[in-house]
C-alpha cells in the first residue's frame, strides 16, 4: 500500500462543530486530493492540492477549506459541519510519472455529523 | 457533474464466469482508468489507458476504449469470490491531474 494515513478514522460530532481531518503520505508526490463518497454519488472531488500552499477547489468545495502547509500533509477542515457533511472521506495523492497520474487512496474517514 | 457513468449499477455472476463492466463518458480525456473498491476500503488503482489505445490486458482483466463513442468496457475473466467488490471508471480530462469518478459498479461473485 502506498503510504497514506488519515486521521481520526471515525469521528461523530455535533452540527456546529468545527472538524479537521488529516491526510498524511510518506511518498512525497506532489498531488493531493480530498474526496466524499456517498451513496448514489460516488466519489466527488472536494479540493485538491498541486503543491505546497496550492490548492484549489473541485466539485463540492462549498462547506469546506484546506491547508497544505508540508509536502506530507493535507488537512480538510469544516469550519461548522452540518448534516449534509456526514460521508465517507477518502484523500488520494499521485504524481506524474510513466503512469499518468494513477491515483493511490488513503483507508478514508467515516464522518458522522448529528 | 459525473463525467464517467458505468453500467450496469450491480451485476451478480457465478464463479469462473467473466465479468463485463461499462463506462461512458461526456468530454473528450488524455486517459480512462479503473479502480476497484473493497467494503470499507479505500480505492485501488487497477488499470490505465491512454486516449489512443484501443485496449489493454493486465492479468485478468482487460480493457477496450473507443473514443469514437466515448466509452470503456472492463472486462474480468474466469471471476473469483475475491473480485466481490464495487468497480469505479474515472476519467483524466487533462486538468491539472483531476480524475471525474463515475458512481461506481457493484459486482457480486457467487461462490
Known amino acids: 500500500d502506498a503510504g497514506i494515513t488519515q486521521s481520526p478514522r471515525h469521528k461523530v460530532t455535533e452540527t456546529g462543530t468545527p472538524v479537521t481531518l488529516r491526510c498524511h503520505q510518506t511518498?512525497?508526490?506532489?498531488?493531493m486530493y480530498w474526496y466524499r463518497q456517498d451513496p448514489g454519488h460516488g466519489l466527488r472531488l472536494i479540493h485538491y492540492?498541486?503543491?505546497?500552499?496550492?490548492?484549489d477547489k473541485g466539485e463540492v468545495s462549498d462547506g469546506y477549506s484546506v491547508s497544505r502547509s508540508k509536502t506530507e500533509d493535507f488537512l480538510l477542515t469544516l469550519e461548522s459541519a452540518t448534516s449534509s457533511q456526514t460521508s465517507v472521506y477518502f484523500c488520494a495523492i499521485s504524481d506524474w510519472d510513466s503512469t499518468m497520474y494513477e491515483q493511490y487512496f488513503g483507508p478514508g474517514t467515516r464522518l458522522t455529523v448529528t | 457533474s459525473q463525467q464517467g457513468e458505468e453500467d450496469p449499477q450491480a451485476l451478480s455472476i457465478q464463479e469462473g464466469e467473466n465479468a463485463t463492466m461499462n463506462c461512458s463518458y461526456k468530454?473528450?480525456?488524455?486517459?480512462l482508468q479503473w479502480y476497484r473498491q473493497n467494503s470499507g476500503r479505500g480505492l485501488v488503482h487497477l488499470i490505465l489507458?491512454?486516449?489512443?489505445?484501443r485496449e489493454k490486458h493486465s492479468g485478468r482483466l482487460r480493457v477496450t476504449l473507443d473514443t469514437s463513442k466515448k466509452s470503456s468496457s472492463l472486462l474480468i475473466t474466469a471471476s473469483r469470490a475475491a473480485d466481490t467488490a464495487s468497480y469505479f471508471c474515472a476519467t483524466d480530462q487533462g486538468a491539472n491531474s483531476k480524475l471525474t469518478f463515475g458512481k461506481g459498479i457493484t459486482l457480486s461473485v457467487r461462490p
Open positions: 511518498e512525497n508526490h506532489r498531488y
Open positions: 492540492s498541486y503543491g505546497v500552499k496550492d490548492t
Open positions: 468530454t473528450s480525456i488524455n486517459n
Open positions: 489507458i491512454r486516449s489512443n489505445e
